[in-house]
């Protein structure tokens, strides 16, 4: 027997009790203590001088698991709009859905899968590069982190 749960939330966290009647032998019961954790969502503020190498890595500084084994993808956000900037599979070559000309040629996947944008601009002051890192089906780890852009 199994209790299957949609739709988690946290407020589903508690105790749970399955009670079986077994004749003759009477009553078998069990329990399990459910904890339902909110996703965290880590955000990091980098700076970067102007015209320099910015690489900002995936998950923040600290990524336990090998993230080639999940499907990734990086957003920029900018004036409250989220665009695709790249995509990638495991075990496949990387996806650049940058549509626009802004982005392309700069933007580049790099070692575990950072996000590499040389030169930096004025123009990326500002901005929101996020790694959605897609763990479980109905599970997604996010970082975010916001660039600032110094002038020399």
Known sequence: YALHLRK???SLSGQYE????TYPLGT???SIQLVVAAEEEQHYVKEVQLNETL???CLGNATPENLSNYPLKWLVEENGSKEVLVAKE???AEV?????????ERIHLGLN???KIFPTKLSDDGKVFSCHVVYHPE????SSTTVRVLGK
């Open 8 to 10: 988690v939330t946290v």
């Open 18 to 21: 399955c009670s079986l009647v």
């Open 28 to 30: 078998k019961a069990g």
């Open 55 to 57: 690489e900002i890595p």
């Open 90 to 92: 495991p075990s496949t």
């Open 96 to 104: 650049y859905r940058n549509s626009s000309a802004f982005h392309r």
């Open 113 to 115: 899968n950072s996000l």
């Open 139 to 142: 599970r997604t780890r996010k």
